[in-house]
């Protein structure tokens, strides 16, 4: 089956630095990807990972280990238009299509 | 400006009504995709489509029915065998290819009567 965890929220402070961690266990791995997702709005696509190490872009990165079936997104720098939820997705073979398999969302507070 | 428009943005439903959300896309997109939204639970997948006149169930397909006739849009019809369809509605289009990202629309909220 496939199963991702993130923590359901998390609180910083402007100008700090920020980890949002995710695990998935999938059976068929095919990249793992970030969204960010302000209230009511799309998500819109941050990051892509499918090789192990960090992909670095601006204040965001994403780092994924394949073999420990782990990821975090690295926020630098916060902003308070950075508060929005921190959606983490796996795509998976599974049954022949490479579908996305979406985390229940980190929601990420910026406080002044 | 390219882009994924859904329309309307917010949608009402009755007892025993069918109502249709729309989705256009004009990046060429050859994959196309809708999903559920509901509070406290990830993004479910309801239909997708590879290519024009074909579809595929997704997790969650009881209640909804969708066409692809162009390549640039993709209607989700919510039935009223749906029982619970108070959702947010997002659909997502990407190119099938390469790293294949889904870019999303802004979405429809559905409430119902």
């Known amino acids: 089956g496939q199963n991702i965890d993130q923590p359901t929220e998390m609180t910083a402070t402007e100008g700090a630095i920020v980890q949002i961690n995710c695990t998935y266990q999938?059976?068929?791995?095919?990249?793992l990807f970030w969204y960010q997702q302000h209230a009511g709005e799309a998500p819109t696509f941050l990051s892509y990972n499918v090789l192990d190490g960090l992909e670095e872009k601006g204040r965001f990165s994403s780092f994924l280990s394949r073999s420990k079936g782990y990821s975090y997104l690295l926020l630098k720098e916060l902003q308070m238009k950075d508060s929005a939820s921190y959606l983490c997705a796996v795509r998976d073979w599974g049954t022949g299509f490479q579908k996305l398999v979406f985390g229940t969302g980190t929601r990420l507070l910026v406080s002044p | 400006d390219g882009g994924i428009t859904q329309s309307p943005k917010y949608l009402f439903r009755k007892e025993g009504q069918n109502v249709t959300l729309s989705c256009e896309q004009n990046l060429n997109h050859d994959a196309m995709y809708w999903y559920r939204q509901d509070p406290g639970q990830g993004l479910r997948l309801i239909y997708y489509?590879?290519?024009?006149?074909?579809?595929q169930k997704g997790d969650i397909a009881e209640g909804y029915s969708v066409s692809r006739e162009k390549k640039e849009s993709f209607p989700l019809t919510v039935t009223s065998a749906q029982k619970n369809p108070t959702a947010f509605y997002l659909c997502?289009?990407?190119?099938?290819?390469?790293?294949?990202?889904?870019?999303f629309g802004a979405g429809t909220r559905l409430s119902v009567l």
């Open positions: 489509s590879q290519i024009v006149n074909d579809f």
């Open positions: 999938t059976s068929g791995f095919n990249g």
């Open positions: 997502a289009s990407s190119t099938s290819t390469g790293e294949d990202i889904q870019y």
